[in-house]
C-alpha cells in the first residue's frame, strides 16, 4: 500500500480524492490543504507520493525539491486537454502527468512511475520528453552546429541555413564546463570569457552563465549593462515554472555572434536568488540552447547544510556546488606563482571530496618573474611532486590583453585576436573540447546591448 498526500486546487479536490480512494494499492494518508501543510507532513514521512494540481497556489521548484528531498514523489493533475497547465507541471520538472478526470487505475500506475524517476532526472525528462516547446523562430539558435562546425558550417554564421527546423532532428544536448578556482583572483572569469567567446569564434553556440555568487562581473567584463536581469531571472522564471527555451534565450542576449551571455547577481548579498532546484533547470535547459554552456562559479567550496544539518534553508554556496555537480568538464584555474600554486593543491583537495568530475588544472598568468626561469617546467615539476598532476595547461600572463580587453568590455578573441593569450586559450579549448574547427577570426558584433562601462571615454 503506498500513502499519498494530497495538495490539489479546491476544483479538483472531492473527485481526485475519490478517485485516489478508489485506486488499488493505493491509501490517501493526509489531504492537505495548501502547500506549507504539504511540506510539513512531507518532511514528517507521512506519505511516500504527492499528487499535486497545476493551480495549487505557492508550488514551485523549490516545494517539488523539497518534497523530493523529504523522498516523497511528485504527480501532477491538470484539467483534460489544458496542455499550458500540463506545460507548467512539466516546467516544475513534474514529469509524470494525468488528467484529473483519469480512472482509479490509471492514477495507481502514475503513482508508482512517480515514485520509480530519480529527482535527476526529471530534470533531464523534463527537457527530453518534449515537454520543453521550442518555438520555430528559436530553431536556428538551438543547439546543434557543433560537429557542422568542423566542416565550416554553423547556423550561427548562416541564419537561414536549414539548420534545425521544426521538422529536423530534436537539439543535440550541450556539454557544461565550470570554470572553478581557488580565492585569489587566479583568472577564472577571464577564462570563462575568454574560452567562451574562442568557442563561439569557431561557430559554436554558446551560453555563458556567471555562476559566481561572491563577485560575478562576466557582464562588465563583456561591457554589458549592470541591470540585465540574467541568471537571478532566469532562476526565478524556473522557480515558477515560467522557463522554457524562449524565456531563456530573451534573458540570455546574444552578444557576439554565438555567444549568450546570463550575466551574474549584481550584488553578492544577493546569493540566496540562485537556488539549486532552479539553477539545475536553467543549466539543463541552456545546454539546449548551446553546444557548450561555459559556467563561472566561485571559489568557496564550504557546505553550510554539513555544519547546520538544515537541508532546506538556502546555502552559500550552492551554486558553486549545483553546478560543480551537474558539470561534464570541470577547470581548476590556478595563479601561476607560489601562493596560487599551493591554493591550487589545497584547492583539488577539497574538490575531490564535492560531488565533480576529475578537474583539468589550468595555470594562468604562467612568468619566469614569479616562479624562476623556465616557469612552465618548473610548474609541472612541482605539481607533479606535491599534487600528483601530469597534464596541466598553462596560459600566458599577457597583461596587454587582458588589459585592453578589460578596458574595452570585451573579450581577448575579440579585442586581441593574435595574442599569446587567445592562442592558448584555443589550445585549452583543443585539447577540452575536442571536435571543433579550428580558430577563425573573430565574427562581428552584431547584436551588443549599451556598454556599461565609465572607464573606456
Ligand atoms: N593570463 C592573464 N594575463 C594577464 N592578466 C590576466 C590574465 N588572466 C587574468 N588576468 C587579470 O587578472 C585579474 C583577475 O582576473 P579575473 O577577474 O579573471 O580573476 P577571477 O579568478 O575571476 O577573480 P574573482 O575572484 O574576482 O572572481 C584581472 O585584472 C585580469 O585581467
Ligand atoms: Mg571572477
Redesign the pocket.
Known amino acids: 500500500m503506498t500513502d499519498v498526500l494530497t495538495a490539489l486546487g479546491p476544483r479538483w479536490e472531492g473527485q481526485v480524492g475519490g478517485t485516489l480512494e478508489a485506486a488499488r494499492g493505493l491509501a490517501v494518508s493526509r489531504r492537505c490543504a495548501d502547500v506549507a501543510e504539504l511540506l510539513s507532513v512531507a518532511e514528517a514521512g507521512l506519505g511516500r507520493c504527492a499528487v499535486v494540481s497545476h493551480d495549487l497556489r505557492g508550488l514551485d521548484l523549490a516545494v517539488v525539491a523539497r518534497l523530493r528531498a523529504s523522498r516523497v514523489s511528485v504527480l501532477g493533475v491538470h484539467p483534460p486537454g489544458d496542455e499550458a497547465a500540463e506545460r507548467r507541471l512539466r516546467a516544475l520538472s513534474i514529469t509524470v502527468v494525468l488528467p484529473v478526470d483519469s480512472p482509479p487505475e490509471l492514477f495507481a500506475d502514475a503513482v508508482a512511475s512517480a515514485s520509480r524517476v530519480s529527482p535527476t532526472e526529471d530534470v533531464e525528462q523534463a527537457g527530453a520528453s518534449g515537454a520543453i516547446v521550442v518555438p520555430d523562430d528559436l530553431s536556428e539558435i538551438t543547439a546543434g552546429s557543433w560537429l557542422r562546425t568542423a566542416d565550416g558550417g554553423s547556423s550561427v554564421d548562416a541564419p537561414d541555413a536549414p539548420g534545425l527546423g521544426s521538422d529536423g532532428p530534436r537539439p543535440v544536448v550541450g556539454r557544461l564546463l565550470a570554470v572553478w578556482?581557488p580565492?585569489?583572483?587566479?583568472?577564472?572569469?577571464?577564462?570563462?570569457?575568454t574560452l567562451a567567446a574562442e568557442v563561439a569564434a569557431r561557430g559554436g553556440a554558446v551560453v555563458l552563465v556567471d555562476a559566481?555568487t561572491?563577485?560575478?562581473?562576466v557582464g562588465q567584463?563583456l561591457g554589458l549593462l549592470d541591470e540585465a536581469p540574467g541568471l537571478a531571472a532566469a532562476c526565478r522564471a524556473a522557480d515558477h515554472g515560467a522557463l522554457d527555451l524562449a524565456e531563456l534565450a530573451r534573458l540570455a542576449p546574444e552578444v557576439t555572434s554565438g555567444l549568450r551571455v546570463l550575466t551574474g547577481i549584481p550584488k553578492a548579498e544577493r546569493w540566496t536568488e540562485i537556488r539549486a532546484a532552479s539553477l539545475e533547470r536553467v543549466l539543463a535547459l541552456a545546454r539546449r540552447l548551446a553546444d557548450v554552456v561555459v559556467a563561472?562559479v566561485?571559489?568557496c567550496l564550504e557546505n553550510d547544510e554539513e555544519l547546520s544539518y538544515d537541508t532546506v534553508a538556502p546555502r552559500r554556496n550552492e551554486a558553486t556546488l549545483t553546478t560543480l555537480a551537474a558539470t561534464d568538464l570541470l577547470l581548476a584555474?590556478a595563479a601561476a606563482d607560489p601562493v596560487g600554486l599551493q591554493r591550487l593543491v589545497r584547492g583539488l583537495q577539497e574538490l575531490g571530496s564535492v560531488p565533480s568530475p576529475v578537474p583539468v588544472p589550468v595555470v594562468?598568468?604562467v612568468r619566469a618573474s614569479a616562479v624562476g626561469p623556465r616557469p612552465e617546467a618548473r610548474i609541472s615539476e612541482s605539481l607533479l611532486r606535491f599534487a600528483g598532476l601530469e597534464h596541466v595547461h598553462f596560459?600566458?600572463?599577457?597583461?596587454e590583453?587582458?588589459?585592453a580587453?578589460?578596458l574595452l568590455g570585451r573579450s581577448v578573441v575579440e579585442q586581441a585576436p593574435e595574442s599569446a593569450?587567445r592562442l592558448a586559450v584555443g589550445r585549452l579549448v583543443d585539447a577540452t573540447l575536442p571536435g571543433l574547427a579550428g580558430p577563425t577570426r573573430p565574427r562581428s558584433r552584431w547584436r551588443r546591448p549599451r556598454a556599461g562601462h565609465g572607464v573606456t571615454g
Open positions: 578556482g580565492t585569489g583572483a587566479p583568472g577564472r572569469t577571464t577564462v570563462a570569457v559566481d561572491y563577485g560575478g562581473c567584463a563561472d566561485g571559489f584555474v594562468n598568468r596560459l600566458p600572463d599577457d597583461r590583453a587582458a588589459d580587453a578589460v593569450l
